[in-house]
């Protein structure tokens, strides 16, 4: 009877391997693997450039055996713009944990009548986050 449970305990395991399996890959994609920082950046830049937005990004540089990527971004553009490029950060594989998020009018726009072209500047204080099975 143990050696029954057991076997019924293994098909079990095994099914649900099969049904997690295919997510595995997605997984994999929404963390910075280490030492390819420059593939997230580059990504945001091409975000950046798809929803017209003109983008600063700063980071500091990862400690040894950093968990985390910091990441400060800037974008400007009109109000729609960063709201596209606002869902295309969420929508984006990488998992980002945004601790702020400020909207302002440009210093351009500063006293002068809004309107849909009015120029915003977003600031975003996020984290990206390293493969964890990458750390020692």
Known sequence: ????????????????????????????NAYVKP???????????????????????????AEANAKILPLSLTATGNFTNII???????AMDYYLNTTTLRLSLSSSNLGANLNGNSQLTGLLITNAYYEPWSYP
Request: overall charge neutral; charged content about 25%.
């Open 35 to 61: 030492g390819n920082e420059l593939q997230i950046i580059t990504a945001l830049e091409k975000l950046a450039d798809e929803q017209n937005v003109n983008q600063e990004i700063k980071t500091s540089q």
């Open 1 to 28: 009877d143990k050696i029954y449970q057991q076997g019924k305990s293994l098909k079990i395991a095994l099914a649900q391997y099969q049904e997690v399996k295919p997510k595995i890959s997605a997984l994999k």
């Open 84 to 90: 596209s490029y606002l869902a295309a950060l969420e």
